[in-house]
T-cell receptor, first 118, second 113 residues
Framework: GAVVSQHPSRVICKSGTSVKIECRSL??????MFWYRQFPKQSLMLMAT?????????EQGVEKDKFLINHASLTLSTLTVTSAHPEDSSFYIC??????????????FGPGTRLLVL | TQLLKQSPQFLSIQEGENLTVYCNSS?????LQWYRQEPGEGPVLLVT?????EVKKLKRLTFQFGDARKDSSLHITAAQPGDTGLYLC?????????????FGTGTRLKVLA
């Protein structure tokens, strides 16, 4: 199956610093990548949809200036949490998707990045 | 806002018992996927259902998509401790040529040996 990697897997940073998380599709080209956020014991919340070569589409309530998304190639998307605060601490998961049979587009998930802001 | 509500929220059962998890919405989805997630990992796709009324079986797991494509169920027969995890449904929506997935609220299952 398709493999998606995320780096780093864990990061601890001080409040006010910025953190970049990378999401890579290793063996396929992903026209679309999704970024999710998951709080403990909760479900996944879609933050934004990223299409290669175009601006990301953010979900309502997600600050685009705080969560910068870049999808520069068909295999790499990055999420930068700017001026991180303790409330940004969470599990961030990306998924990558490629065109498929209509309505059966499959997304392949990365292993997630746990961010802790002190 | 499209919402997918799962029930029950938590379930703790003995090995060998059967269980059903429900995923309900007032919105229509193009397709619906079920995932299982282990702590600290990304979700793993179990199945995709596309057609209203569709039933798919994966060993001891049976998935059904509602006729109106607004709801779905996951039935596990003879649950085993290895089935323990967070089960998530996700509905696929599309507008103007773009698509995204809306995740359900999740069902945390614990199967006791």
């Amino acid at each position: 199956g398709a493999v998606v990697s995320q780096h780093p897997s864990r990061v601890i940073c001080k409040s006010g610093t910025s953190v970049k998380i990378e999401c890579r599709s290793l063996d396929f080209q992903a026209t679309t990548m999704f970024w999710y956020r998951q709080f403990p014991k909760q479900s996944l919340m879609l933050m934004a949809t990223s299409n290669e070569g175009s601006k990301a589409t953010y979900e309502q309530g997600v600050e685009k200036d705080k969560f910068l998304i870049n999808h520069a190639s068909l295999t790499l998307s990055t999420l930068t949490v700017t001026s991180a605060h303790p409330e940004d601490s969470s599990f961030y998961i990306c998924s990558a998707s490629s065109p498929g049979i209509m309505y059966q587009e499959t997304q392949y998930f990365g292993p997630g990045t746990r961010l802790l802001v002190l | 806002t499209q919402l997918l509500k799962q029930s029950p929220q938590f379930l703790s059962i003995q090995e060998g018992e059967n269980l059903t998890v429900y995923c309900n919405s007032s919105s229509v989805f193009s397709s619906l996927q079920w995932y299982r997630q282990e702590p600290g990992e990304g979700p793993v796709l179990l199945v995709t259902v596309v057609t209203g009324g569709e039933v798919k079986k994966l060993k001891r797991l049976t998935f059904q998509f509602g006729d109106a494509r607004k709801d779905s169920s996951l039935h596990i027969t003879a649950a085993q401790p290895g089935d323990t995890g967070l089960y998530l449904c996700a509905g696929l929506t599309s507008t103007s040529g773009t698509y995204k997935y809306i995740f359900g609220t999740g069902t945390r299952l614990k199967v006791l040996a």
